[in-house]
Nanobody, 127 residues
Framework: QVQLVESGGGLVQPGGSLRLSCAASGRTFSGATMAWFRQSPGKEREFVAA????????FYGEAVKGRFTIPRRNAENTFYLQMDRLRSEDTAIYYC????????????????????WGQGTQVTVSS
């Protein structure tokens, strides 16, 4: 049974940093696409970032580009989201997700294409 567990969320001041982790278990994910999405109250789920294990390439949503990073060196079953220069509008529940295959670019920003989801971790950016 596949399980994804996020950690690392919390309260941080504007301009600060957080590092989220997603621990995946239950099978190997060597060819998977791993992603982060977020959702805040009253808003649609939003794509944040994705990492394709086959090739190691990364993709980012426009709202976080230049501030958030998925490190290229991720462990086999763990991946991260480094969040720098956080803003109040980054406040949301952050979810990690996994698609078992290598998603093409046009599909990896859509949550419906992912097979498994974590329970989410709250990130609050406030002074």
């Amino acid at each position: 049974q596949v399980q994804l567990v996020e950690s690392g969320g919390g309260l941080v001041q504007p301009g600060g940093s957080l590092r989220l982790s997603c621990a995946a278990s239950g099978r190997t994910f060597s060819g998977a696409t791993m992603a982060w999405f977020r959702q805040s109250p009253g808003k649609e789920r939003e794509f944040v970032a994705a990492f394709r294990r086959s090739g190691g390439d990364t993709f980012y949503g426009e709202a976080v580009k230049g501030r958030f990073t998925i490190p290229r060196r991720n462990a086999e079953n763990t991946f991260y989201l480094q969040m720098d220069r956080l803003r109040s509008e980054d406040t949301a529940i952050y979810y990690c997700s996994v698609a078992l295959g290598r998603l093409i670019v046009s599909r990896l920003r859509l949550g419906e294409n992912y097979d498994y989801w974590g329970q989410g971790t709250q990130v609050t950016v406030s002074s």
